[in-house]
């Protein structure tokens, strides 16, 4: 296979893929986002917000390093709804990790859990290519608690290095690409040198007006939700984009709509902003709510909604 269209080799080319895996809630989307520089994984404080392999395409001169966001790691008491779906992200997240050159464990600077720990047990045969990143130091007070703790996680986790970051302020991400720069293999690049993500259009303006969802909804509707998109394209010098939001119970459907419509419309109003963004145009969204049960727990129905199942 060739290289990529635009691409200029030199003989000290490096490139490689980066898994990024932790717990849900530890910040790994919005760190992806902030390596990028572009919002292509949602955020959200729900968890379980990831459910596919996003890339991220970082280009720096004579690198190319791209990132895989992964779903949050999964707790073994967890419930039966939703199986196939949980099993997916499961898969997905263990064959980041075997795929990888080098794999980032992210943990939340606040608190090191059970989870963290047997995330750490499960990377040990991985120790010489894993970076541990200790996010969210921002929020750790006093600053000084910092210096400690990076001693005892180093004391503890034999991991190749330990970098403390705020994926949200943007602090020591410089730092952070330069270690994992070291660590690339020699290689041509995979992808040309404007690239930022694998995902097409499609997806990415259904994560968007899931994310939007996620944010309006508090109640246990998010998990039983997905969006897919029915039509996309253009007329009359603007966007038309038509999307379906799938639920698994009939009365998610009234939940996800709201009294009068409001919830609809404020997350459909709000996605719209970013679908201008995305497309570069005006945007005529349309979104409806339809029932389709027990979509999480069929493997086949998750590879029809566009699932890597």
Known sequence: MGEPDGVVQDDDFRTGYAAIVG??????????????????????????????????????????TIFVDTPG???????????????????????????????????????????????????????????????????????????????????????????????????????LVEVISERLPPGPALFPPDAVTDRGERFRIAEFIREKLLTALHQEVPYGLTVEVEYLGQSDEQWLVHAIIWVERANHKSIVIGKGGRVLKAAGQSARQDLVKLLGGRVHLELWVKVREHWADSERELKSLGFDA
């Open 23 to 64: 717990r849900p809630n530890v910040g790994k989307s919005t760190l992806l986002n902030a390596l990028i520089g572009e919002r292509v994984s949602i955020v959200s404080a729900k968890p379980h917000t990831t459910r596919h392999r996003i890339l991220g395409v970082l280009n720096r001169p004579s690198r190319q």
């Open 73 to 175: 790691l999964q707790r073994a008491s967890q419930g039966r709804r939703g199986h196939a779906l949980r099993r997916l992200m499961a898969r997905t997240i263990h064959q980041a990790i075997a795929d990888a050159d080098i794999v980032l464990m992210m943990i939340d600077a606040r608190q090191l859990t059970a989870e963290d720990r047997r995330l750490a047990e499960r990377l040990a045969d991985r120790a010489d290519n894993t970076v541990l990143v200790l996010n969210k130091i921002d929020k750790v007070h006093p600053r000084s608690a910092l210096l400690p703790l990076l001693k005892n996680l180093s004391k503890n986790f034999k991991f190749y290095s330990y970098i403390p970051v705020s994926a949200t302020k943007g602090t020591n991400l410089d730092r």
